[in-house]
Protein backbone atom coordinates (compact mmCIF):
# COMPACT_ATOMS: atom_id res chain seq x y z
CA UNK A 1 0.00 0.00 0.00
CA UNK A 2 2.85 2.35 1.01
CA UNK A 3 4.56 1.89 -2.77
CA UNK A 4 1.44 2.68 -4.55
CA UNK A 5 1.17 6.02 -1.98
CA UNK A 6 4.67 6.95 -3.32
CA UNK A 7 4.41 5.62 -6.89
CA UNK A 8 1.48 8.15 -6.83
CA UNK A 9 3.24 10.89 -5.28
CA UNK A 10 6.33 10.97 -7.89
CA UNK A 11 3.97 10.63 -10.43
CA UNK A 12 1.84 13.69 -9.51
CA UNK A 13 5.22 15.46 -8.67
CA UNK A 14 6.65 14.59 -12.46
CA UNK A 15 3.26 15.81 -14.19
CA UNK A 16 3.25 18.99 -11.93
CA UNK A 17 7.03 20.10 -12.51
CA UNK A 18 6.67 19.20 -16.01
CA UNK A 19 3.77 21.61 -16.52
CA UNK A 20 5.79 23.65 -14.62
CA UNK A 21 9.00 23.88 -16.13
CA UNK A 22 6.95 24.37 -19.35
CA UNK A 23 6.15 27.91 -18.76
CA UNK A 24 9.24 28.87 -18.12
CA UNK A 25 11.04 26.63 -20.92
CA UNK A 26 8.51 27.46 -23.80
CA UNK A 27 8.52 31.03 -23.66
CA UNK A 28 12.61 30.43 -23.87
CA UNK A 29 12.50 27.98 -26.68
CA UNK A 30 10.52 30.99 -28.57
CA UNK A 31 13.09 33.55 -27.33
CA UNK A 32 15.79 31.98 -28.56
CA UNK A 33 13.90 30.83 -32.16
CA UNK A 34 14.52 27.15 -31.18
CA UNK A 35 11.69 26.52 -33.79
CA UNK A 36 10.73 22.96 -35.95
CA UNK A 37 11.76 23.17 -39.54
CA UNK A 38 8.19 21.18 -40.70
CA UNK A 39 9.75 19.43 -44.40
CA UNK A 40 6.96 19.85 -47.24
CA UNK A 41 6.95 16.16 -47.89
CA UNK A 42 4.92 15.51 -44.81
CA UNK A 43 0.86 16.75 -45.12
CA UNK A 44 0.73 19.72 -46.74
CA UNK A 45 -1.68 20.80 -43.20
CA UNK A 46 1.70 20.64 -41.16
CA UNK A 47 3.39 23.77 -42.37
CA UNK A 48 0.91 25.86 -40.22
CA UNK A 49 2.88 24.37 -37.20
CA UNK A 50 6.45 25.67 -38.81
CA UNK A 51 8.30 27.46 -36.22
CA UNK A 52 7.16 25.59 -33.16
CA UNK A 53 9.10 25.47 -30.27
CA UNK A 54 11.48 21.74 -30.56
CA UNK A 55 13.91 20.46 -27.92
CA UNK A 56 10.56 20.59 -25.30
CA UNK A 57 11.60 16.75 -24.35
CA UNK A 58 13.90 18.58 -21.35
CA UNK A 59 10.38 19.73 -19.85
CA UNK A 60 9.46 16.28 -19.04
CA UNK A 61 13.66 14.85 -18.79
CA UNK A 62 14.08 17.54 -15.66
CA UNK A 63 10.10 16.32 -14.39
CA UNK A 64 11.12 12.89 -14.43
CA UNK A 65 14.62 13.27 -12.41
CA UNK A 66 13.37 15.80 -10.16
CA UNK A 67 10.28 14.04 -9.10
CA UNK A 68 12.84 10.95 -8.51
CA UNK A 69 15.71 12.98 -6.50
CA UNK A 70 13.00 14.10 -4.43
CA UNK A 71 10.72 11.17 -3.57
CA UNK A 72 13.18 7.91 -3.84
CA UNK A 73 15.45 9.40 -0.86
CA UNK A 74 12.82 10.54 1.25
CA UNK A 75 11.01 7.07 0.84
CA UNK A 76 14.18 5.32 1.73
CA UNK A 77 14.95 7.84 4.62
CA UNK A 78 11.29 7.36 6.68
CA UNK A 79 10.80 3.82 5.94
CA UNK A 80 14.41 1.75 5.65
CA UNK A 81 14.31 1.65 9.53
CA UNK A 82 10.58 1.53 10.14
CA UNK A 83 9.38 -1.02 12.81
CA UNK A 84 5.99 -0.84 11.25
CA UNK A 85 6.78 -1.45 7.67
CA UNK A 86 8.76 -4.32 6.34
CA UNK A 87 10.48 -3.40 3.68
CA UNK A 88 11.95 -5.62 1.26
CA UNK A 89 14.58 -3.46 -0.21
CA UNK A 90 15.91 -3.64 -4.23
CA UNK A 91 19.54 -5.71 -4.57
CA UNK A 92 22.56 -4.09 -5.33
CA UNK A 93 22.03 -5.60 -8.77
CA UNK A 94 19.01 -4.20 -9.09
CA UNK A 95 20.19 -0.55 -8.05
CA UNK A 96 22.66 -1.06 -10.88
CA UNK A 97 20.47 -1.63 -13.41
CA UNK A 98 18.10 1.42 -12.19
CA UNK A 99 21.02 3.53 -12.43
CA UNK A 100 22.69 2.21 -15.44
CA UNK A 101 19.04 2.41 -17.13
CA UNK A 102 18.63 6.14 -16.13
CA UNK A 103 22.21 7.07 -17.89
CA UNK A 104 21.38 5.19 -20.60
CA UNK A 105 18.42 7.40 -21.25
CA UNK A 106 20.10 10.59 -20.53
CA UNK A 107 22.91 9.35 -23.14
CA UNK A 108 20.38 9.05 -25.30
CA UNK A 109 19.01 12.24 -24.62
CA UNK A 110 21.95 13.94 -25.83
CA UNK A 111 22.41 12.50 -28.53
CA UNK A 112 19.30 13.90 -29.45
CA UNK A 113 19.73 17.24 -28.36
CA UNK A 114 22.82 17.79 -30.69
CA UNK A 115 21.11 16.39 -33.76
CA UNK A 116 18.33 19.23 -32.73
CA UNK A 117 20.54 21.88 -32.32
CA UNK A 118 22.38 20.92 -35.77
CA UNK A 119 18.68 20.91 -36.90
CA UNK A 120 17.92 24.47 -35.26
CA UNK A 121 21.43 25.89 -36.39
CA UNK A 122 21.17 24.83 -39.82
CA UNK A 123 17.70 25.98 -40.62
CA UNK A 124 16.82 22.41 -42.26
CA UNK A 125 15.19 19.40 -40.72
CA UNK A 126 18.47 17.60 -41.40
CA UNK A 127 20.56 17.14 -37.65
CA UNK A 128 23.73 14.46 -37.20
CA UNK A 129 24.00 12.12 -39.98
CA UNK A 130 22.51 9.11 -39.90
CA UNK A 131 25.04 7.29 -39.71
CA UNK A 132 27.37 8.89 -36.70
CA UNK A 133 23.69 9.15 -34.95
CA UNK A 134 23.41 4.80 -35.33
CA UNK A 135 27.61 4.84 -34.05
CA UNK A 136 26.78 7.19 -31.10
CA UNK A 137 23.48 5.03 -30.20
CA UNK A 138 25.13 2.06 -30.37
CA UNK A 139 27.54 3.11 -28.35
CA UNK A 140 25.47 4.10 -25.57
CA UNK A 141 23.63 0.75 -25.89
CA UNK A 142 26.79 -1.13 -25.69
CA UNK A 143 28.19 0.81 -22.54
CA UNK A 144 24.31 0.30 -20.87
CA UNK A 145 24.65 -3.90 -21.64
CA UNK A 146 28.47 -3.91 -20.43
CA UNK A 147 27.52 -2.62 -17.29
CA UNK A 148 24.47 -5.01 -16.89
CA UNK A 149 27.38 -7.62 -17.87
CA UNK A 150 29.59 -6.99 -15.10
CA UNK A 151 26.56 -6.49 -12.63
CA UNK A 152 25.32 -9.94 -13.25
CA UNK A 153 28.41 -11.68 -13.59
CA UNK A 154 29.60 -9.96 -9.94
CA UNK A 155 26.60 -11.04 -8.42
CA UNK A 156 25.22 -13.87 -10.08
CA UNK A 157 28.71 -15.48 -11.15
CA UNK A 158 27.32 -15.21 -14.59
CA UNK A 159 25.18 -12.64 -17.01
CA UNK A 160 21.81 -14.13 -18.53
CA UNK A 161 22.21 -14.83 -22.37
CA UNK A 162 18.91 -16.48 -23.20
CA UNK A 163 15.45 -15.02 -24.52
CA UNK A 164 12.34 -16.36 -23.79
CA UNK A 165 9.87 -17.10 -27.00
CA UNK A 166 6.13 -17.22 -26.65
CA UNK A 167 5.15 -21.24 -26.87
CA UNK A 168 8.52 -22.06 -27.82
CA UNK A 169 10.79 -21.90 -24.66
CA UNK A 170 14.17 -20.60 -23.84
CA UNK A 171 17.13 -19.88 -26.53
CA UNK A 172 19.88 -19.54 -25.75
CA UNK A 173 22.06 -16.94 -27.95
CA UNK A 174 25.77 -16.85 -26.03
CA UNK A 175 27.47 -14.18 -26.87
CA UNK A 176 25.11 -12.85 -29.43
CA UNK A 177 22.64 -12.03 -26.57
CA UNK A 178 24.69 -9.04 -26.22
CA UNK A 179 24.83 -8.01 -29.97
CA UNK A 180 20.90 -8.88 -29.79
CA UNK A 181 20.33 -6.69 -26.58
CA UNK A 182 21.78 -3.85 -28.24
CA UNK A 183 20.24 -4.36 -32.07
CA UNK A 184 16.81 -4.10 -29.80
CA UNK A 185 17.95 -1.25 -27.98
CA UNK A 186 18.90 0.73 -30.72
CA UNK A 187 16.22 -0.17 -32.95
CA UNK A 188 13.25 0.58 -30.23
CA UNK A 189 14.78 3.74 -29.68
CA UNK A 190 14.86 5.04 -33.00
CA UNK A 191 11.25 3.56 -33.73
CA UNK A 192 9.97 5.55 -30.91
CA UNK A 193 11.53 8.41 -32.77
CA UNK A 194 9.30 7.55 -35.72
CA UNK A 195 6.89 7.22 -33.80
CA UNK A 196 6.76 11.46 -32.58
CA UNK A 197 4.83 12.80 -35.64
CA UNK A 198 1.84 13.77 -34.21
CA UNK A 199 0.69 16.39 -32.13
CA UNK A 200 0.52 14.26 -28.20
CA UNK A 201 1.81 10.73 -30.09
CA UNK A 202 4.72 10.12 -28.53
CA UNK A 203 3.90 11.45 -25.31
CA UNK A 204 -0.04 9.49 -25.08
CA UNK A 205 1.61 6.11 -26.09
CA UNK A 206 4.81 6.23 -24.01
CA UNK A 207 2.25 7.25 -21.31
CA UNK A 208 0.48 4.23 -21.94
CA UNK A 209 3.91 1.97 -21.96
CA UNK A 210 4.47 3.90 -18.59
CA UNK A 211 1.65 2.37 -17.13
CA UNK A 212 1.96 -1.28 -18.16
CA UNK A 213 5.39 -1.39 -16.59
CA UNK A 214 3.92 0.09 -13.58
CA UNK A 215 1.32 -3.01 -13.42
CA UNK A 216 4.54 -4.91 -13.71
CA UNK A 217 6.15 -3.12 -10.85
CA UNK A 218 3.10 -3.54 -8.78
CA UNK A 219 2.57 -7.72 -9.81
CA UNK A 220 6.37 -8.44 -8.78
CA UNK A 221 6.79 -5.92 -6.14
CA UNK A 222 9.80 -4.63 -8.43
CA UNK A 223 9.58 -0.67 -6.45
CA UNK A 224 12.72 0.47 -8.36
CA UNK A 225 10.99 -0.08 -11.63
CA UNK A 226 7.67 1.24 -10.56
CA UNK A 227 8.81 4.62 -9.01
CA UNK A 228 10.60 5.42 -12.98
CA UNK A 229 7.54 3.99 -14.49
CA UNK A 230 5.68 6.23 -12.52
CA UNK A 231 7.82 9.62 -13.33
CA UNK A 232 7.62 8.27 -16.94
CA UNK A 233 3.94 8.47 -16.71
CA UNK A 234 3.66 12.02 -14.73
CA UNK A 235 6.19 13.41 -16.98
CA UNK A 236 4.31 11.93 -19.96
CA UNK A 237 1.13 13.69 -18.99
CA UNK A 238 2.68 17.24 -18.04
CA UNK A 239 3.66 17.12 -21.35
CA UNK A 240 0.85 16.54 -23.11
CA UNK A 241 -0.60 19.70 -21.21
CA UNK A 242 1.75 21.40 -23.87
CA UNK A 243 2.00 18.80 -27.09
CA UNK A 244 -1.49 17.83 -27.14
CA UNK A 245 -3.47 19.11 -30.63
CA UNK A 246 -2.80 22.18 -31.11
CA UNK A 247 1.24 21.58 -29.98
CA UNK A 248 2.86 24.09 -28.35
CA UNK A 249 6.08 22.57 -28.31
CA UNK A 250 7.35 19.77 -29.29
CA UNK A 251 9.42 16.97 -27.84
CA UNK A 252 12.53 16.65 -30.71
CA UNK A 253 15.06 13.87 -30.69
CA UNK A 254 15.75 14.97 -27.48
CA UNK A 255 12.69 14.04 -25.99
CA UNK A 256 11.82 11.08 -27.89
CA UNK A 257 15.26 9.22 -27.54
CA UNK A 258 15.21 9.49 -23.86
CA UNK A 259 11.76 8.08 -24.05
CA UNK A 260 13.45 5.15 -26.21
CA UNK A 261 15.85 4.85 -24.12
CA UNK A 262 13.99 4.60 -20.89
CA UNK A 263 11.93 2.09 -22.10
CA UNK A 264 14.70 -0.32 -22.78
CA UNK A 265 16.03 0.07 -19.46
CA UNK A 266 12.52 -0.58 -17.83
CA UNK A 267 12.49 -3.99 -20.29
CA UNK A 268 16.04 -4.92 -19.14
CA UNK A 269 15.54 -3.95 -15.49
CA UNK A 270 13.07 -6.95 -15.77
CA UNK A 271 15.25 -8.87 -17.68
CA UNK A 272 12.69 -9.84 -20.45
CA UNK A 273 13.31 -8.80 -23.93
CA UNK A 274 9.99 -10.24 -25.41
CA UNK A 275 7.82 -8.58 -22.86
CA UNK A 276 10.20 -5.47 -24.38
CA UNK A 277 8.89 -6.04 -27.49
CA UNK A 278 5.09 -6.52 -27.17
CA UNK A 279 4.93 -2.86 -24.93
CA UNK A 280 7.38 -1.52 -27.52
CA UNK A 281 5.00 -3.08 -30.68
CA UNK A 282 3.24 0.17 -31.80
CA UNK A 283 5.96 2.10 -32.06
CA UNK A 284 7.64 -1.03 -33.85
CA UNK A 285 4.70 -1.44 -36.28
CA UNK A 286 5.73 2.57 -36.97
CA UNK A 287 9.13 1.66 -37.90
CA UNK A 288 8.20 -1.52 -39.92
CA UNK A 289 5.75 0.67 -41.86
CA UNK A 290 8.43 2.88 -43.12
CA UNK A 291 10.74 -0.42 -44.17
CA UNK A 292 8.06 -1.89 -45.94
CA UNK A 293 6.85 1.40 -48.04
CA UNK A 294 10.53 1.78 -49.24
CA UNK A 295 10.78 -1.78 -50.07
CA UNK A 296 7.29 -1.57 -52.05
CA UNK A 297 8.23 1.38 -53.46
CA UNK A 298 11.60 -0.04 -54.71
CA UNK A 299 9.68 -3.13 -55.86
CA UNK A 300 6.77 -1.78 -57.59
CA UNK A 301 9.13 0.87 -58.77
CA UNK A 302 7.27 3.81 -57.77
CA UNK A 303 4.04 2.37 -56.09
CA UNK A 304 3.13 3.36 -52.34
CA UNK A 305 1.92 0.51 -49.88
CA UNK A 306 0.43 3.37 -47.77
CA UNK A 307 -0.55 7.36 -48.57
CA UNK A 308 2.44 8.21 -46.59
CA UNK A 309 4.28 6.84 -43.57
CA UNK A 310 5.10 6.08 -41.01
CA UNK A 311 1.75 4.43 -40.82
CA UNK A 312 0.29 7.41 -38.34
CA UNK A 313 0.45 9.70 -41.26
CA UNK A 314 -1.65 7.28 -43.83
CA UNK A 315 -4.28 7.58 -41.00
CA UNK A 316 -3.94 11.17 -40.87
CA UNK A 317 -4.35 11.63 -45.10
CA UNK A 318 -7.35 8.91 -44.80
CA UNK A 319 -9.05 11.65 -42.90
CA UNK A 320 -8.25 10.89 -38.98
CA UNK A 321 -7.92 13.48 -36.88
CA UNK A 322 -4.59 14.08 -34.91
CA UNK A 323 -6.36 13.35 -30.96
CA UNK A 324 -8.47 10.38 -33.33
CA UNK A 325 -4.43 9.09 -33.80
CA UNK A 326 -3.42 9.55 -29.96
CA UNK A 327 -6.35 7.50 -29.22
CA UNK A 328 -6.15 4.49 -31.40
CA UNK A 329 -2.06 4.46 -30.98
CA UNK A 330 -2.43 4.27 -27.07
CA UNK A 331 -5.38 1.43 -26.94
CA UNK A 332 -3.63 -0.09 -29.65
CA UNK A 333 -0.50 -0.24 -27.12
CA UNK A 334 -2.68 -1.00 -24.13
CA UNK A 335 -4.24 -4.28 -26.24
CA UNK A 336 0.10 -5.03 -27.03
CA UNK A 337 0.83 -4.93 -22.80
CA UNK A 338 -2.38 -6.74 -22.11
CA UNK A 339 -1.16 -9.33 -24.34
CA UNK A 340 2.44 -9.65 -23.12
CA UNK A 341 1.08 -9.80 -19.14
CA UNK A 342 -1.42 -11.96 -20.20
CA UNK A 343 1.49 -14.51 -21.24
CA UNK A 344 3.56 -13.81 -18.45
CA UNK A 345 0.60 -14.99 -16.14
CA UNK A 346 0.62 -18.27 -18.30
CA UNK A 347 4.45 -18.66 -17.93
CA UNK A 348 5.07 -18.27 -22.27
CA UNK A 349 7.49 -15.15 -21.81
Not at 126 to 135: D, E, N, S, V
Not at 307 to 332: D, N, R, T, W
Request: proline content about 2%; glycine content about 10%.
Amino acid sequence: MILDVYMAFISFASCLITIILGKILVPVLKKFKFGQTILKIGPFWHQKKQGTPTMGGLIFIFGILFSLAIFIPWYFLKYINSENQILELETDLMIIKLLSGLIMALGFAIIGFIDDFIKIKRGKNLGLRAKQKLILQFITASLFLGAVYLAENFYCGSAKTFINIPFFGEINLDLFYWVFSAIIIVGIVNAVNLNDGVDGLCGSVSMTVAFGFILLSKIFNMQGMGFISAAMFGGCLGFLFWNFHPAKVFMGDTGSLFLGGLICALGFIFNNISLLILFSMTYILEMFSVILQVLYFKISKGKRLFKMSPIHHHFEMIGFSEKKICVIFSLATLFFISIGILLLAINQI
